[in-house]
C-alpha cells in the first residue's frame, strides 16, 4: 500500500497558498501585459512590500502564542521568515539585476547616494545567515547560540521600516504604520507585558474553560 502523502496542517498550507499569491499576481500582470508604464518599479514595489509584511507576520508568530496559547502557530514562523526572505532576494535581484543591469560602479553610487538602500541592504544582509540556519538541523548544531543569532531578526526588521520610511518621499502614513506595528510586535516580547499577558490569557482561560489544569507554559 502506497504511503499517505506527507500531511500538511492547514495553517502551513494557507501560508504556503498566502505567501505565493504576490509572485503569481506580479508573473500573471507581467504575462499579460497588465503591469504599469513603469514595470520595474511595479515589481520592486511587488516584492518589497510581501517581504516586508511576510517579516511581520514572523515575528507576530511568538505574541500570538503569548497572548493566545496557539502553539500550532510556531511551526510557520520559519517558513514565513523564509517566504520574506525569498521576496527581499527577488526584490534586491530586479533592482541590481534589471535595473542597473550589474553596473556595480552605478550600483555603489546609487548606494552612497541614498540612505534608504543601505537600509534595505542591512535588512537583507541580516536576513541571510537567519534563512541559511533557519533548519532543524542548524538549531541543534548552533544550540543557544542559534536562539541568539536568530533574535537578529528584530534588527533586520527595524531596518526593512527604515528602508521604507526613507524611500517614501511624501506620504509616510503607510509605513509609519508598520513601523508601529513592528514596535507593537516588539514590545510584546517585553518580559514584564509578556508575563502580564500570560497571566491574562490563564486566568481568561480558566474562567472560559471551568476545568482545573495545570497552567499551560507560554510557547516560546
Ligand atoms: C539590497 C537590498 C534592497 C534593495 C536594493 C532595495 C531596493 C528598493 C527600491 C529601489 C525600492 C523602490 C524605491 C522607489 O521606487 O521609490 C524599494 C522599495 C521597498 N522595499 Fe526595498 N530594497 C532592499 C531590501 C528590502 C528588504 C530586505 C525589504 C523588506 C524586508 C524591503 C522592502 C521594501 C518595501 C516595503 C518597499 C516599498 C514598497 C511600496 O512602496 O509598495 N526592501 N526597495
Given at each position: 500500500m502506497s504511503p499517505s502523502p506527507r500531511h500538511i496542517p492547514w495553517p502551513l498550507l494557507v501560508v504556503h497558498l498566502?505567501?505565493?499569491?504576490?509572485?503569481?499576481?506580479?508573473?500573471?500582470?507581467?504575462?499579460?501585459?497588465?503591469?504599469?508604464v513603469n514595470p520595474i518599479q511595479d515589481l520592486t514595489f511587488g516584492t518589497g512590500?510581501?517581504?516586508?509584511?511576510?517579516?511581520?507576520?514572523?515575528?507576530?508568530?511568538t505574541p500570538a502564542v503569548t497572548l493566545f496559547g496557539w502553539n500550532w502557530a510556531i511551526p510557520l514562523r520559519r517558513w514565513l521568515g523564509l517566504y520574506a526572505f525569498f521576496y527581499a532576494t527577488a526584490h534586491m535581484l530586479i533592482f541590481t539585476v534589471i535595473d542597473y543591469g550589474l553596473d556595480w560602479a552605478e550600483l555603489y553610487r546609487q548606494v552612497l547616494e541614498k540612505p534608504y538602500l543601505l537600509a534595505g541592504m542591512g535588512a537583507l544582509l541580516l536576513m541571510l545567515p537567519l534563512a541559511l540556519t533557519s533548519t532543524k538541523g542548524w538549531q541543534r548544531r548552533l544550540g543557544k547560540a542559534w536562539k541568539d543569532l536568530h533574535r537578529a531578526v528584530y534588527l533586520a526588521a527595524g531596518l526593512a521600516?527604515?528602508?521604507?520610511?526613507?524611500?517614501?518621499?511624501?506620504?509616510?502614513?503607510?509605513?509609519?504604520?508598520?513601523?508601529?506595528?513592528?514596535?507593537?510586535?516588539?514590545?510584546?516580547?517585553?518580559?514584564?507585558?509578556r508575563r502580564r499577558l500570560s497571566a491574562v490569557r490563564q486566568k481568561l482561560r480558566a474562567r472560559l474553560l471551568p476545568y482545573r489544569g495545570k497552567p499551560e507554559r507560554a510557547g516560546d
Open positions: 498566502g505567501a505565493w499569491l504576490p509572485a503569481l499576481n506580479l508573473a500573471w500582470h507581467a504575462y499579460t501585459g497588465r503591469l504599469s512590500l510581501p517581504a516586508l509584511v511576510l517579516l511581520l507576520l514572523s515575528l507576530a508568530v521600516v527604515l528602508h521604507f520610511i526613507l524611500l517614501v518621499k511624501a506620504d509616510l502614513t503607510e509605513p509609519l504604520i508598520y513601523a508601529g506595528v513592528l514596535a507593537g510586535l516588539l514590545a510584546l516580547r517585553l518580559p514584564p507585558l
